[in-house]
């Protein structure tokens, strides 16, 4: 049952916006949905928008925060500890079934499957389209519930953009953030920005200090050539806290050190994070009815992680020391052509070849720092994917639009997929769009999930199929009072086959007697159905309100005959923001957010009722900034401003004194407040 009452929060809108005049959002260009700039409204997916000044004006302070609980986004993190992962969650689905893509090149992790979007800073982008439902037909594997395609700055002609910012707040964390970008001639142009960010975190060992670069290189000579190189590089060095321990638990040290207290089940655990990126990407408009698009890319994502506690040998918890390496270094090229030999009539035709080399080193030590024998496992893999797509557009009246598209898949591991969509969209008035959409998905195993490496009580499984499964959806689009309320509707409903989990193994046994292997199996299947639904309102007397609501019953069934509530998975969630702005520069934005209970552990596979629920929670955020002087911006950002307690995670969590182990709770961030201060040329 969802019980919300109405919140209050911010569509972003800058001083140079201060007009009542609403925007024509029915026509805004959206590039993600068919990689080709198409009118919101002649696309069959439903969509989530936000500019720069959406950006800019919201009080969240990362990309996650940013997109919580938009409509059918979910914000999902282990806690929010400084580097905890923020996952983005699309209708219910898993962060490994969502494709993440800056400036068109994918940045989720081939080990994980995942990205991490708490990586990527907010001053760096221009634009995000986050397009929901079936998009395996254009973007291939992991996009099932949907795409966010984060596009970055580029130089304007007419602009020279210099903004420097610093910033201080609570649990010790500072900000330092630079950008500048202009066009120096002919076309030639770049856009610079660089960040460094550093918090103590709210609990112990959940330090974080993060340093971030990008460039992007442009030379635009309009229609005929577009050609821009884009690069970044991101650098990351944090506490790992794991799960907050019961109260009451007591300190417990190894040899005079300190490995859990009563904030976090780790005091010693460390990680890093090394990622660079650069993509080639050249767009040309040869004639009216011909589309060029070409790109290419080179990622390299390295991890360490520092795990200690448990010898892998005995597996006592007598402070021994794992150290693992992850790297993985990608290449890709992509190229595509847009026909469009009549006005009624387009084709796009591409494909792409992506290679992946993956590295995992392991090294097992003892609690004095030493060596085990044979403590060092390196395993180093490759594979390649390649898919060929075409999609087809008609469009025999201007009410009426169809597409239908078919790609075919290789992977080099598990063989191949074929995926279909259709599309429809209806304009039957003015201001009114109607949209379905349905098509197949489908997920590749993930590094980890095939080449993991034996390391006594875990490895990988090679002999895994793709998750597959098909999705649908429904969209009214309605705007009104000349575009003043804009006001959607979805409904959609998904399944999966063989979906992937770790599982226990009985026939695969470990060294040590009792325990077995744990393995990443096709193990169960997982469907959900569900409501979005949007209301933007304003400008109305400097005010603007925007609220979404989510409604979603997601179902998993690990076991024949045991379906249950899927886990982490609220049935509602909620967004309000309200902004207001005045002639004198002071603006401000409220969020509301409201998720939901959900299902946290079952203890079996076959239980259909959650030993653990997490509760439902309300959070509040506030952002406050003023125009001083026409160039200095001075911000107060508050963050949970009631101080609301929540929990994101379950986890297990053995106390050494009691030898006692409990599931305990992944905690949110209290309140914090932070002071910023801008220049802006």
């Known amino acids: 049952m969802c019980s919300v009452a109405v919140a209050l929060a911010g569509n972003g809108y800058s001083e140079e916006k201060k007009s009542e005049n609403a925007p024509a959002i029915m026509d805004e260009v959206v590039v993600t949905a068919t990689k080709t700039p198409e009118k919101r409204k002649e696309i069959a997916n439903s969509v989530v928008l936000m500019d720069a000044d959406a950006i800019k004006e919201s009080p969240a302070q990362s990309v996650g925060q940013l997109l919580a609980n938009e409509p059918g986004i979910d914000l999902r993190t282990y806690g929010n500890y400084g580097a905890a992962t923020e996952e983005i969650h699309i209708r219910g689905m898993g962060g490994d079934a969502t494709q993440v893509v800056v400036n068109g090149v994918v940045i989720n992790s081939p080990s994980l499957g995942v990205a991490d979007v708490g990586q990527i800073p907010l001053n760096n982008i221009e634009k995000i389209e986050i397009v929901k439902g079936p998009g395996s037909l254009l973007y291939g594997s992991g996009a099932m519930g949907g795409t966010v395609n984060i596009i970055t700055k580029r130089p304007k002609p007419d602009k020279v953009a210099l903004t420097t910012e610093v910033g201080y707040g609570t649990q010790d964390t500072y900000r330092l953030a630079a950008e500048n970008g202009m066009?120096?001639?002919?076309?030639?142009?770049?856009?610079?920005?660089?960040?460094?960010?550093?918090?103590?975190?709210?609990?112990?060992?959940?330090?974080?200090?993060?340093?971030d670069a990008s460039l992007n290189l442009l030379l635009n000579k309009g229609d005929k050539l577009d050609l821009s190189l884009y690069g970044d590089l991101v650098d990351r060095k944090y506490g790992v806290p794991g799960p907050k321990p019961p109260a009451g638990t007591q300190d417990y040290f190894i040899n005079g050190l300190k490995f859990y207290d009563s904030e976090s089940a780790s005091l010693v655990n460390r990680g890093s994070d090394e990622n660079y990126r650069t993509a080639l990407e050249l767009k040309s408009r040869l004639t009216d009815w011909l589309?060029?698009?070409?790109?290419?890319?080179?990622?390299?994502?390295?991890?360490?992680?520092?795990?200690?506690?448990?010898?892998?040998?005995?597996?006592?918890?007598?402070?021994?020391?794992?150290?693992?390496?992850?790297?993985?270094?990608i290449h890709g090229v992509e190229g595509n052509v847009d026909l469009t030999p009549c006005a009624w009539t387009s084709l796009l035709v591409g494909s792409e070849y992506r290679d992946f080399n993956y590295k995992n080193k392991q090294q097992n030590l003892?609690?004095?720092?030493?060596?085990?024998?044979?403590?060092?496992?390196?395993?180093?893999?490759?594979?390649?994917?390649?898919g060929t797509f075409a999609e087809l557009s008609l469009k025999p009246i201007e009410q009426l639009k169809v597409n239908a598209g078919?790609?075919?898949?290789?992977?080099?591991?598990?063989?191949?997929?074929?995926?279909?969509?259709?599309?429809?969209?209806?304009n039957p008035l003015d201001g009114t769009t109607l949209k379905a959409n349905h098509g197949k998905h489908f997920k590749a195993p993930t590094m980890n999930q095939l080449f993991w490496p034996d390391d006594g009580s875990a490895k990988g499984n090679q002999s895994?199929?793709?998750?597959?499964?098909?999705?649908?959806?429904?969209?009214?689009?309605?705007?009104?009072?000349?575009?003043h309320i804009f006001a959607t509707v979805s409904y959609f409903r998904w399944d999966i086959k063989d979906k992937i989990d770790w599982a226990e193994d009985p026939s695969q046994p470990t060294a040590i007697p009792g325990l077995n292997y744990y393995t990443p199996t096709n193990l169960y299947t997982y469907k959900a159905t569900g409501w979005e639904l949007n209301a933007k309102i304003g400008p109305y007397y400097s005010l603007l309100l925007d609220t979404s609501l989510t409604l979603l019953d997601a179902e998993e069934e690990m076991a024949p005959g045991a379906a249950r509530p899927a886990r982490y998975k609220p049935e509602c969630q909620f967004k309000g923001d309200l902004k207001y702005f005045t002639d004198f520069g002071l603006a401000s934005t409220i969020t509301a957010r409201y998720v939901g209970s959900r299902p946290g552990y079952y203890q079996t596979i076959t239980d259909l009722t959650p030993k653990i629920e997490l509760d439902s929670y309300w959070t509040m955020d506030l952002k406050i900034?003023?125009?001083?002087?026409?160039?200095?911006?001075?911000?107060?950002?508050?963050?949970?401003?009631?101080?609301?307690?929540?929990?994101?995670?379950?986890?297990?969590?053995?106390?050494?004194?009691?030898?006692?182990?409990?599931?305990?709770?992944?905690?949110?961030?209290?309140?914090?407040?932070?002071?910023?201060?801008?220049?802006?040329?």
């Open 183 to 211: 066009v120096i001639g002919g076309g030639l142009g770049y856009y610079l920005t660089a960040n460094r960010k550093e918090t103590d975190g709210f609990r112990s060992n959940s330090d974080l200090k993060h340093t």
């Open 291 to 329: 589309r060029l698009r070409m790109k290419a890319d080179h990622s390299v994502q390295k991890s360490y992680n520092l795990d200690r506690g448990y010898n892998t040998v005995t597996w006592m918890f007598d402070g021994s020391e794992t150290e693992s390496w992850v790297t993985n270094t």
């Open 366 to 386: 003892d609690n004095t720092g030493a060596q085990l024998a044979g403590g060092v496992s390196t395993k180093e893999h490759q594979l390649f994917t390649q």
């Open 406 to 426: 078919y790609r075919y898949e290789e992977h080099s591991t598990f063989g191949h997929a074929n995926v279909t969509r259709l599309g429809l969209v209806v």
């Open 464 to 483: 895994l199929k793709p998750e597959t499964g098909w999705h649908t959806d429904f969209t009214v689009e309605q705007s009104l009072l000349n575009n």
């Open 625 to 681: 900034e003023q125009v001083i002087a026409e160039h200095f911006r001075v911000a107060l950002i508050a963050t949970n401003i009631f101080d609301k307690g929540y929990a994101t995670y379950v986890a297990n969590f053995k106390d050494q004194n009691s030898w006692k182990t409990t599931q305990e709770q992944y905690p949110g961030a209290g309140r914090s407040m932070f002071l910023q201060v801008g220049y802006e040329f």
